[in-house]
């Protein structure tokens, strides 16, 4: 089963790439803030619903529950649905690149 939601929101980009190494809610906050480097600070409530939405799409899994916290991974639709949606952003800068001599 392979991702066919089209186009990622960002909060779901910036979770797939955190999720690159396993964690858990806390952990992921942070991580989503080091590899935005620090433009989205993604609170618990975002990070949550998109966690919720992401399991049911099959693009991440819960890795490791010990009752009080989730650790969740990566599933290799979720790589394939990532690398898709960088290859998808990836071209749309490639077709804006006209625009870097207006600017």
Known sequence: MSYSGG???????????????PGHGYQLMGAIEAVSDG?????PGTL???????????LIEIHHDDGRRKTYRITEDGKEALKGEFLRLKSMIQDGSMLEEMF
């Not at 186009?7 to 190494?21: F, G, H, I, R, S």
């Not at 433009?39 to 609170?43: D, L, T, Y």
């Not at 949550?48 to 099959?58: F, I, P």
């Open 48 to 58: 949550y619903g998109v966690l919720t939405r992401m399991e049911k799409d099959h």
């Open 7 to 21: 186009p990622m929101t960002e909060a779901m980009y910036y979770v797939l790439l955190a999720l690159m190494n």
């Open 39 to 43: 433009r989205i600070k993604m609170g």
